[in-house]
């Protein structure tokens, strides 16, 4: 289980979805990696300030405002972005203690008439976003950030009549506005400070990561993944007595590095060190920046080799390839129960091998070879296998639902 614990500077912004998802649909794309201020898709560079600089984010950087001056310019959005459906994601890391900080905003001079602005509350931990027509025709939206969080994603988005603000994945507000609310407007969208700070708000203190603009709402597996700088990509697992697993984390801010138990850890101090635990055991590790303290758990299993029913293999009996990341793949669930894999054959109605897995660790995402994903209905599957130095076979069906 993974936790964020928010230290006196707070956290850091954080970065993977593109990757997981592709850019397509996307008007403007900002990863700001090595400090780079070119939008990804149109190849716009955003304005900056003179003393802007970077700091750790996900990948690579996060744009850090230290100053009282600092700012971006996006001049690239469309004056008419928020008459149809749109959606903006970013991640925030506020080093900010108390008082109301702007973050974002799309207005020109102090008038809130036809405005876009996103207010962060250091002192109760609040966003706050403003969409104004004029004074009668505004919607605001209001979320509380997890307090035990160091990463906070913000989607704003609009759907139709609906206007909805998800903090971290979750649902923190909506409001429905029949026939929306029209912002016009030739501001450039200015992150960091507004054109009235600090008179109206203070200037954003903090980091910012991974600002992406759409045109359309976004789908849900687009947003709320948990996902941190620092992080444990070895997940629980299962081995024989006498077996040791080799750890692999993603390291990018951590300065410091702690795992706990320290017994059977081949280093305790290292991102990656060798586990040999003699029994079944759970392992804690704490990766420490300047920013943010994270802690993540990886639990071991140990069994005895000679206690296997080494005809009972696990494999499920549909599974659905539609790339939303969940039950995308067939495959076994406890491979160590094979010593040697003979073969692994997957057929179609007719007879004929639509796809063979060659290692125990392997998967079929429903495709015939590497491109044609195949007809949904059900398939065969015919394994041999060794198991305690005996050959054994497991014939089954597996549905392919779409």
Known sequence: ??????????????????????????????????????????????????????????????????????????????????????????????????????????????????????????????????????????????GDLDQNNCWHELVIQRSGDEYSLYLDGVLSDRELKSGGVQIINDAPVILGRGPCTPALADPYTGLLDALSFFDRPLHPREYGLTLHPDQLLTRDTVIFIGDQVGIRSSINCATRIQWTPTSDVSDPNIANPIISPPVTSTYRVTYSSDQCILTDTLRIIVIDRNSLNCDQLDLPTAFTPNGDGINDVFGLSNPFIIESLDAFDIYDRTGAIVYSIQDVQDTWDGRFGTSNKLMPGVYVYKIRYQCQGTQRYKIGTVTILR
């Open 1 to 142: 289980m993974r936790q964020g614990i928010l230290t006196t500077v707070s956290t850091i912004l954080i970065f993977f979805l593109t990757g997981l998802f592709g850019i397509a649909a996307q008007s403007l794309h900002y990863d700001f990696d090595q400090c780079s201020m070119v939008d990804d898709i149109q190849g716009d560079t955003a304005q900056v300030s003179a003393s802007i600089s970077c700091n750790c984010g996900l990948r690579s950087d996060a744009v850090l405002f230290d100053e009282a001056t600092d700012s971006i310019a996006v001049t690239r959005l469309s004056d008419r972005f928020f008459e149809q459906d749109f959606a903006i994601r970013f991640y925030i890391s506020s080093r900010s203690l108390n008082g109301i900080s702007e973050v974002m905003t799309k207005k020109n001079g102090c008038l809130r008439d036809s405005s876009f602005s996103v207010f962060y509350n250091a002192t109760t931990q609040q966003i706050r976003v403003e969409l104004v027509e004029s004074l009668s025709n505004a919607i605001t939206l209001f």
